[in-house]
């Protein structure tokens, strides 16, 4: 403890600063009785020797009192001066938290886990670069492109079309959802007569194969083909005659 501003002389109190048993109050120490020359030297002080703090004898280090605390102070709800709250280091040396448990270990004693936002419908969009929650289905699944929780799912299937007339195979969704398709399957179960069929985005060809006589195809899309908001997947096929049935499946979202 070290009182930064000069000693005034005199021989007044000067202050307390520990415990002096001699006093009636055992929560203090005072220096009294004692004669201040200038700034540089106390003479006649109480010695103090209690609770950790070293005797305090008549001398002073240039212009401040000073008092050394040798051992643990006792226990007590008091603070001794000011008490600032400081900032850590950052970047390497960064404060760090840690659980109390090593990965591969058996959960205990609280460890710190990830945690993710459960949801069963799709949540709201942010705006670009701001902090956003990781999303589960309602049992912790992780939610990953390109699919979606369970409750987005959705999927269609066509009856027998053998014109070349525009067909709904999912509907649309509605607001700002959008259909992203991730899986198409036509058959085409005419002998004879086989065709192109197209698969628009409303009346926006995006994908089209060709689906011979008797077969038909299967393609599954990496990377999902994305609708427009509010707007239906139909199936167009470009030949009359054939008999085409498409099914499809994909999520709703944004």
Do not use: C
Not at 62 to 71: F, L, R, S
Not at 138 to 145: A, H, M, P, R
Not at 208 to 229: E, M, N
């Amino acid at each position: 403890m070290t009182a930064k501003d000069p000693i005034v002389a005199g021989t007044a109190l000067i202050g307390k600063v520990g415990i002096d048993q001699a006093t009636a109050n055992a929560n203090e120490v005072v220096i009294k009785s004692g004669t201040v020359t200038a700034v540089t030297s106390i003479t006649n002080a109480v010695a103090v020797t209690n609770a950790g703090i070293t005797t305090i004898a008549g001398a002073v280090a240039g212009t401040e009192m000073q008092a050394d605390i040798v051992a643990a102070l006792p226990a007590g709800d008091n603070n001794i001066g000011n008490v600032d709250v400081v900032t850590g280091p950052t970047g390497a040396n960064a404060l760090q938290f840690q659980g109390t448990v090593a990965s591969g270990s058996a959960a205990a004693n609280n460890p710190m886990l990830n945690g993710a936002k459960a949801v069963n419908a799709e949540p709201a969009a942010v705006d670009a670069n701001d902090v956003i929650s990781l999303i589960t289905d309602l049992v912790g699944k992780l939610i990953t492109l390109p699919y979606a929780n369970p409750e987005n799912f959705v999927s269609g299937t066509t009856a027998a079309i053998t014109d070349t007339t525009r067909t709904a195979l999912i509907a649309s969704q509605g607001g700002s959802l959008r259909t992203y398709i991730t899986q198409l399957t036509v058959t085409n179960s005419h002998a004879t007569v086989g065709t192109m069929v197209k698969l628009e985005d409303n009346t926006t060809t995006i994908y089209q194969a060709y689906a011979p006589p008797g077969g038909g195809f299967v393609i599954t899309f990496p990377v999902p083909l994305k609708g427009t908001a509010a707007t239906a997947w139909n199936i167009s096929p470009v030949t009359t005659g054939a008999s085409i049935i498409a099914n499809a499946s994909g999520y709703k979202g944004l």
